[in-house]
């Protein structure tokens, strides 16, 4: 696997490396660049098993650094039916098209930020939807199993976490202790399927470094910008991710 890994390919897995440290400072949407790098050098399947142990590495390194700024409450609510949605991603590994079930989460995704839109701008409207359980629920099962498809369920935790108006330390607080029970859990499942094996865990170590350097450029970015533009590209960087999803770019 690694030997016929090029010069230029290690460098876009580089940069895919950082991106999941980025990601994991606040930026979700960018981790569809790490997901369409190493799916387009490894292919999509056996991608997700060398980019699983990068990204517990990655939410080990962000609880580290900001974990201590967790809602615990909002955990608690999404970890349930996102554990749920995993096992229903495992289950329909070998039974469903990544691609077009890629397609119908952007499409989500996209619907979603339409009404997160609006909610900004009328907050009358729509304003009791996210304090309702069934709205945990729906998104918390789409990421479980967007995350165990395609390792792409930032985006859908980001929406989440911007509809119950969580600050931007506390999101990614939160999102960073989500994370790490999410992704542990889903070793064992992906060890089953042979996705994790020795020359999966070679390249992830090879490129485990650039994960933090990725993770402190972040937080440095994050201290610089206010709640409201952190707010404003987070969102943006949420619809770039599910333009990408559909296919449109």
Known sequence: MISSVTAIEWFLLFLGAMGIGLSKSGFPGVSMFHVVV?????????????????????????????????????????????LFGVLIGWLLMDRLDPEAFKRLVGTIILSLIVLQVTRSRKPQWFDH?????????????????????????????????????????????????????????????????GLIHLDSLKVGLTLAAAVPLGLYFGRWLVEKISQAWFNAILLAFTAIAAIRMIGIL
Do not use: H
Request: overall charge positive; glycine content about 8%; proline content about 7%.
């Open 38 to 82: 190493y799916a387009g050098i490894f292919g999509t399947k056996e991608s997700t098993g060398i980019l699983l142990p990068m990204l517990v590495f990655g939410d080990c390194v962000a609880i580290f650094v900001f974990g201590r700024k967790a809602v615990w409450p909002q955990v608690r609510k999404l970890l349930p039916p996102t």
């Open 129 to 193: 939807i996210p304090d309702k359980r069934w709205f945990a629920v729906l998104l918390g099962l789409l990421a479980g199993i967007t995350t165990m498809l395609a390792n792409a369920a930032g985006p859908v935790v980001a929406l989440y976490m911007l509809s119950v108006r969580l600050p931007k330390w506390e999101l990614i607080g939160t999102s960073a202790w989500l994370f790490l029970v999410l992704n542990i859990s889903k070793l064992p499942l992906s060890y089953e399927l």
